[in-house]
């Protein structure tokens, strides 16, 4: 309704002007003398007075009706034609105005959004920010089967959106999250928002739209990227906002790689975009590095390295950095390459904030050593083919490594469980998911999702009720529900049971009503498993072979057939 | 292709023409109602509802449910037509008709609902 009440302030002159001249108008024509056919003298009336100007003050003209003007009569209408014409040409030159200006197509297209986003009946997942992050992420929710609404406050970067690929189109919105009625108007009360990630520019955008989310709807799970020491502090007291940072994330991958590259590997492979190629394992050499950029980025990586017990020397050229042992306060020069080893070192790690910086870092880096281990972060996505030509081994992008921990957050508790899992295992957990994740799904990020045993589904009442000699067991959910001979791409990743967690379930596992198994694959096997929800279960089909007879008359027709074979 | 389902399949459809061509024609009219077709429409009902006995699941409940009513139905349908002519020994009338033919209407509705949940089952299977 608003827009509606909007248009008629910005119309009012206009109409008062047109109800004006038509009052006058028919006012006169309906009074003024004339004869009519039989020569009589006669005046028009109101109502054909009415009925004659609204087609001569539209210009339609239809003639003189019902029958011809006298003079007078004539005059009069030269008169309203002037001025009914002239405020009629006064209106619509108010709504072609209207229409071109910027302020108010931004409020019709906002109450347009937020009329869309209140009838949305479809789970959904609300981003804020578009940016590099911004962009993987809607792309990734788009895959695992969420619809996003976006807010984003460039109004560039949201026009992007209408030219990308999406299954779900998304919702979207250039507006300033940091305002509580474009939280409300993008749905943070709605019931179907499953989630609102924050990835705004900068750590003070991002606290204040997180907390103005999490007190407009103190339940709503909140995920919130930030990056300073402070902003973190200040969100950690949130109960509901979850954190992601990605440059501790990528700091503990790097250490995660020195310690245990297998578990990296696992891990990247489970969280990335379902469907794109699974991530190499890198192998980072120890020894000493040469960090080049010493801002937030570089502190998180010199506290990997040092965690890993490798050495490291940094340089920096901002003056204004706490002096420290290991750090040269120089330009990125080759002769503070050399003195920070560079002809020793294993690897060098370009982090500065400028790509050409980064790049041109390792240009001289390598002149002076040539099997160096590059790693190089990517600032802005337009450089990318630029970064990619260093053929550094590892580059880090600040818009992946979000979108795969908000992916680990998002898509089911399950997934972090076993990732935590796998974090504190000690045996040999990383090296059989990856052998059992590479006979499943080759060299592709699967699907995750999970299968619930709940009772309330009639065919898994069936199969729990009716089958108490031949259980239900996970095997049976990895078959080809309609062709027992084939099997799905799917294996199970973990089962968890009231609290306890199997990991790796074999296909022998007896399920019980109330567990849930997460499950990895290729696209839309879910679907194919999810015909266990339903009545008949397929689950006699996949045990014989046969689709068992359903009713007596049936069963005792199959025996006689069996007998008399 | 499965026979169970060719067989079940045949007689749930059988059923509902059956009681569909008894049912069509002027209500009262009593040449345009078929007494063997009335007898064939609940012959063939009763072997359907013995078809749908035993199935186990939520849609075969349903199924039998709406064979008993069809059953229910054209019984009271048939019972009505032998008191008239047998029991009170009266010539068939346009009122009698009436009856018989509304009858057999509320079954052909029943018969209806369960040719749909068989379509229904069998769209659902091949999601």
């Known amino acids: ?85 002239t405020s009629w040409a006064y209106t619509l030159a108010v709504i072609f105005h209207m229409t071109r200006d910027p302020t108010f197509r931004a409020a019709i297209l ?19 920010g578009y940016g590099q992050s911004g962009t993987v992420l809607a792309q990734m929710l788009d895959r695992i089967g969420y619809k996003s609404v976006i807010v984003e406050l460039q109004a560039d970067r949201v026009a992007r959106i209408e030219t990308q690929e999406y299954l779900r189109a998304p919702l979207f919105v250039a507006a300033d999250g940091r305002w509580p009625e474009t939280l409300v108007d993008a749905g943070v009360t709605h019931p179907q928002c499953q989630a609102m990630v924050v990835l705004a520019g900068d750590d ?20 919130a990227r930030a990056r300073s020491e402070m902003a973190v502090a200040n969100l950690e007291s949130f109960q509901r906002i979850e954190i992601v940072n990605p440059y501790e994330t990528f700091a503990f991958n790097l ?74 306060q120089k330009t990125y020069s080759q002769e503070t390459l050399s003195e920070a080893g560079i002809e020793r070192a294993v690897g060098i790690v370009a982090c500065t904030d400028r790509d050409a910086i980064n790049l041109a870092a390792i240009r001289r880096a390598r002149v002076l050593n040539r099997d160096l281990f590059v790693v190089v972060r990517q600032m802005h996505a337009s450089n990318a083919s630029l970064v990619e030509a260093t053929n550094a081994d ?43 994740l590479e006979a499943t799904v080759e060299d592709r990020v699967p699907f995750l999702w999970v299968f619930r045993c709940m009772e309330a589904f009639p065919g898994l009442r069936e199969a ?19 062709d027992p001979s084939r099997n799905l791409q799917a294996m199970a990743l973990m089962l968890v049971r009231s609290n306890e967690e199997v990991l790796l379930p074999e296909a022998h596992t007896i399920l019980q009503t109330g567990d849930h198994i997460l499950f990895a694959g290729t696209k839309d096997v879910d679907v194919l498993q999810k015909l266990h929800y339903l009545s008949p279960s397929p689950l006699p089909l996949i045990r014989t072979g046969v689709e068992p007879p359903r009713s007596w008359v049936f069963r005792k027709l199959a025996a006689w057939r069996t007998a008399a074979r | 292709m499965n026979l169970e389902k060719v067989i079940f399949g045949f007689f749930v459809i059988l059923a509902c023409t059956l009681n569909t061509g008894f049912f069509i024609g002027e209500i009262d009219v009593i040449y345009q109602h078929n007494a063997t ?15 749908k006995l035993g199935d186990r699941t939520q849609i075969g409940a349903l199924q039998l449910a709406t064979s008993l009513a069809v059953v229910l139905q054209l019984i009271l349908s048939c019972f009505v037509w032998v008191w008239q002519t047998q029991v009170s020994g009266q ?3 346009a009122e009698t008709m009436s009856t018989i033919v509304s009858l057999s209407g509320g079954a052909l509705l029943a018969n209806v609902i369960s040719v749909i949940l068989l379509i229904g089952e069998t769209l659902r299977q091949t999601r």
Request: hydrophobic letters at 45%; a positive charge; charged letters at 15%.
């Open chain 1, 1 to 85: 309704m608003e827009p509606f009440f909007l248009i008629l302030r910005r119309l009012r002159r206009p109409l008062l002007a047109l109800i004006g001249t038509a009052i006058i108008s028919v006012l006169g024509l309906a009074n003024i003398p004339g004869v009519d056919a039989n020569g009589n003298p006669a005046i028009l009336g109101y109502f054909h007075a009415f009925y004659v100007m609204t087609f001569t003050a539209t210009t339609v003209g239809f003639g003189e009706e019902p029958y011809a003007f006298s003079e007078a009569q004539r005059l009069w209408v030269i008169f309203s034609i002037c001025i009914s014409v």
């Open chain 1, 394 to 436: 590892l580059r880090f992008i600040q818009a992946d490594v979000t979108s795969h921990e908000v992916r680990q957050l998002i898509t089911s508790p399950l997934l972090s469980r076993f990732l935590q899992a796998l974090r504190a295992d000690t045996g040999d957990l990383a090296q059989r998911t990856s052998a059992q």
């Open chain 2, 37 to 51: 077709e009335l007898f064939l429409a609940l012959g063939i009902s009763v072997v359907v509802m013995v078809l």
């Open chain 1, 255 to 328: 250490g995660q790689d020195f310690s245990s590259p297998e578990k990296l590997r696992v891990r990247e492979w489970l969280t990335g975009l379902p469907g794109a190629k699974r991530p190499t394992v890198l192998k980072l050499p120890i020894g000493h590095w040469v960090i080049c950029g010493f801002g937030r980025f570089g502190h998180y990586v010199a506290k990997a390295l040092t965690r890993a017990d490798a050495s490291w020397t940094a340089i920096d050229n901002n003056p204004e950095l706490a002096a420290e042992p290991s750090l040269l």
């Open chain 2, 91 to 93: 010539p068939m009338d």
């Open chain 1, 204 to 223: 003070d955008t991002t606290q204040a739209v997180a907390i103005g989310g999490s007190t407009l709807n103190p339940n709503l799970r909140i995920i």
């Open chain 1, 464 to 482: 729990f009720a009716y089958n108490p000699e031949a259980p239900l067991k996970i095997g049976d959910l990895l078959v080809y529900p309609y």
């Open chain 1, 110 to 128: 906002r109450s347009h959004f937020s009329t869309r986003v209140r009838r949305q009946t479809e789970p959904f997942i609300l981003v804020i």
